[in-house]
């Protein structure tokens, strides 16, 4: 399954990760209080790591909107990441 697809293999993946375990992923951010407001109050989502291929990014974003009846169910994020593995296959990505 494309979850299992080690982070290793993902383009500038040894790059990224070492960054993020030097960068936190909100200044600021201390508590879940703090996380829960930021993402609900002030409408700020984590960022998406600029490693995460394109696809995959959108099936990320997709789920983040606000409107839960706009966001897609698990069946259609399966669907989404399918066809997202799919494309990066057929482009020689994984």
């Not at 508590?31 to 490693?51: F, G, K, S, Y």
């Not at 997709?62 to 399918?82: I, M, T, W």
Request: glycine share 4%; hydrophobic share 40%; with cysteine.
């Amino acid at each position: 399954p494309f979850c299992a697809l080690p982070a290793a293999r993902l383009p500038a993946a040894g790059a990224a990760r070492r960054a993020a375990e030097h960068e936190p992923r909100y200044q600021g951010i201390n508590t879940l209080a703090d996380l829960t407001r930021e993402m609900l109050v002030n409408r700020r989502m984590p960022a998406i790591p600029p490693h995460i291929p394109d696809p995959v990014q959108n099936v990320i974003r997709s789920c983040y909107n606000f409107d839960s009846r706009l966001r897609p169910a698990g069946k259609q994020v399966f669907e989404q990441l399918r066809e997202a593995k799919r494309r990066l296959r057929a482009q020689g990505q994984i």
